[in-house]
């Protein structure tokens, strides 16, 4: 989520870069700049360089920080020696992008740095460093958790890294960047919250003795301050937190820590006077109330950061807790489980509740009333933690919170209590099903949450009462009633698949600088030309759905992805692939060739085995160029691929991170690639390969007693997903085709409780490839390939219970993309995927998502092999 919250400054309704805002506060500059010098605007850093001068590759960074009200002031200086040295440099371009790269949520290697300068050799970094110190000696900034300080300043600091890009991409479609080590091979450039040297690389900076180094990076279990630091609960740009032991009593505490001139916020206080405001306000409810709040035991200072210590508070967050027991996404649930459910929400609420009247009692607000705030212990019992945003009622304070739990500003007008009010509703909410972000901009489809809640078992009214305290449905809602729905629910789909066609139709803008379509970040993180989170996607959809594509649409992905089809990825769906097949449907057949010949000689077919990103995608999409064009090349070449893809034990290497499971990063896809070439050649060795490739994926269940089939997303991420790209909608996808064209016990025996997790009727966002319509595909796909009308009456359910997501629009229906936040017209999590569900539910065809099964149906196999 915190990686999110850049895309949501500048625009209200999409995803957009921070540095696309238009308000952006003060502007910074140098206030003299040499004619010779040339300025450049990368994103939301400015660049200066002079004319002529060639930048290193890579080497010794320097970086700069400063005081939140000094900015001006250590730029003009710092510029005004990068200019008279002759070195490049860069920093950042305004107020705005100062407070968003610094804030508490902000990420940690990137905080604190405000210039960046590019000398080019060892003996020009330390004379830079040298100057600076001399010339910023009475300057404070951040420290830089990325980097070293160099000795004498408390701003100036360095690193090893590269200087221009030189990237290398990742399967996922994202990049890594390289730097060279000290034996001149490339390696990962990393850039994480603590300094790192490429093997081979000496610092020679360092003095004789490292330098001090932040608190949190000592040892294991460092000790200061009278407290022994045992582990590391959670880290911010404004500090860390964690669990303590005081030697002296044996006592378990709790400790939070504040960094210097971090997170200043509108009112000018820091991380670290935000913390002493904690301890005062601890302090003062302790004697008032003891026991409201966490007991305050000690507030120190160590190095440049200070520390509050209070009581540990045992208990997990509402949040966990509502993860660990709600029976919404359980499938095998009952009544009685809601209705006890329920009962112990209502307990919980009420005492969050009373504990919100003791604190007002006390004088105080508590403001930032959150999931993550509230600790249930094992008897049901609360506490209030974190009061970092309380404040004394009737003085004055900078609000601050957490999105979703804070009222909008119009609604608190001149009661501050509002946010306390409102924030005990958005932890019903929670309880009940977390909608927050799409309740607030259409509270009409509470009615619908409300409907698909009574059909699993009743919602106590007084708890419905807390959950539509402030979002209450409207006596006249734009898009039908639940009832409405539950009458005629293939009319009112209809209806809401033609709505969401016009709105996607009236987002497309191709003289857009950065995006045909809206997106979500991940689209600005890999590219907003491919399938997943581009135009190709949305393309896709639209053709799908018999909708005529806007205008001038097709002719810039063409144009865009022909003009950068050497940087781009060569996946099926985050690229060129993907791309090229997209670009085929739409009767670019040389086009799709020149892109689809551009991904086949990228090093990464030859690294990442995955459908998303890898071969198996390549081949898949040689496979359509050859149903278009009957090119005997195009079917060649992915037979050759799939020959490429190592054996079952070697093939780990070449999924996704971490050994993933799923159609999109695991082996699932790869045996769907290898059923769709079977078909096509008539070698049932690969079907025999795809077989052993699926039954391997099953050996990854995580509950073998559980009546539904669920698989962690890795080995190392736990999570169990139900989704088409990773989880049991994935595994049905491909294991469906599977079984149509073999035998085999083992899916047959496993398709029933696969099925089960795709039943349910709610999941945190709509999406096709990450939310519901990831279940309404892979049902209402089945029941075309097979004819079950139980699936497609299931898949029916899941489309009726999308009213929920919907956000009416002058334009039609829009759905929010990845997490909530935003709108967004994407394939992946948006209005795309979601139209191309109910496309392939109203009207099932062949191949909605990218396979050839039509070309498999027309008996033009080839069996010559």
Known sequence: MNALMGFVVADPDFYAPLESARDRGEVYRPSQVPDSWQESDLGIWTAWQRAGVNTAV??????????????????????????????????????????????????????????????PDVDTARALMERLTEALKDEEGPYILSDRRFPGSRVVHYRYGGFAPVP??????????????????????????????????????????????????????????????????????????????????????????????????????????????????LNALHRAAPGLAPEPIAYFAEWEHDFLVTEFVEGVTLQKWMVTHTPLVRIDATEQDFSAYYDRCEKLISRVEAAVEQLHACGYLFVDISPDNVLVDEEDGVRLVDFEAAHRRGEPFFAAGTPGYMPPRALVGEDPSVYDAYGLAAL?????????????????????????????????????????????????????????????????????????????????????????????????????????????????????????????????????????????????????????????????????????DSGDRHPLVDRSATLFGGAAGVALAHLALYRHTRDEHHLD???????????????????????????????????????????VTGDTTLLDRGLRLLHAELDRECDPESSGMSFPVSTTDKRIMPYLYCGSAGVVHVATRYLLAAEDERLAAAMPRLLRPLRTTYTVMPGLCNGLSSLGFALADRAALTGDQDDHQAAVRVGRALFKYTVPHPTGVRFPGDQLLRHSADLWSGSAGILLFLTQLLHPRPDALFTIDAHLATGNARTDR
């Open 168 to 281: 290398r991409d990742r399967p996922d479609g994202t990049r890594v960047f390289m730097v060279r080590n000290g034996h001149g091979d490339l390696v990962e450039d990393r850039r994480d919250a603590a300094f790192h040297l490429p093997e081979g690389v000496v610092d020679p900076f360092a003095p004789t003795a490292p330098p001090p180094a932040a608190p949190s990076a000592t040892a294991r279990e460092p000790s200061f301050g009278g407290i022994v630091f045992e582990k590391s609960i959670r880290h911010s740009n404004a500090g860390g937190t964690y669990r303590g032991r005081q030697p002296a009593t044996g006592r378990t505490v709790f400790v939070k820590e504040a960094r210097a001139h971090t997170a200043v916020e509108q009112d000018g206080l820091d991380a670290r006077g935000r913390l002493r405001g904690e301890w005062d306000t």
């Open 428 to 596: 019903a909410q929670l309880l009940v099903a977390p909608l927050h972000h799409v309740v607030r901009r259409n509270p009409d489809a509470l009615a619908h949450l409300h409907h698909d809640l009574t059909e699993l078992a009743p919602v106590p009214p007084a708890l419905w009462k807390r959950v539509t305290a402030f979002h209450a449905p409207g006596p006249r809602p734009v898009l039908p009633s639940a009832q409405m729905v539950a009458e005629a629910p293939l009319a009112r789909l209809q209806e809401l698949r033609d709505r969401v066609g016009d709105a996607l139709v009236a987002m497309a803008d191709p003289q857009h600088p950065a995006r045909i379509f809206p997106t979500v970040p991940q689209g600005y993180h890999t590219n907003t030309l491919c399938v997943a989170y581009g135009a190709a996607g949305v393309v896709h959809a639209l053709h799908r759905a018999g909708r005529e594509i806007p205008a001038g649409t097709v002719e810039r992905l063409r144009r865009d992805a022909l003009a950068t089809a050497g940087s781009l990825p060569p996946g099926l769906h985050v690229g060129t692939a993907g791309i090229a097949w997209v670009l085929a449907e739409q009767g670019h057949l040389d086009e799709a060739r020149a892109l689809l």
């Open 58 to 119: 890579d080497g010794w960074k320097v970086h700069v920080s400063a005081r939140s009200d000094r900015l001006a002031e250590v730029l003009d200086v710092v510029a005004g020696i990068c200019f008279e040295r002759d070195v490049p440099f860069k920093h950042l371009s305004a107020r705005l992008f100062y407070q968003w790269t610094h804030q508490k949520h902000a990420s940690r290697p990137q905080g604190g740095k405000f210039i960046a300068a590019y000398p």
């Open 637 to 679: 070449r992915a037979a050759a691929l799939a020959r490429g893809i190592p054996a079952d034990d070697d093939l780990v290497a070449r999924l996704g991170a971490d050994d993933a499971t799923g159609l999109f990063h695991g082996r699932t896809g790869v045996a769907l690639t290898l059923h769709q070439l079977a078909t």
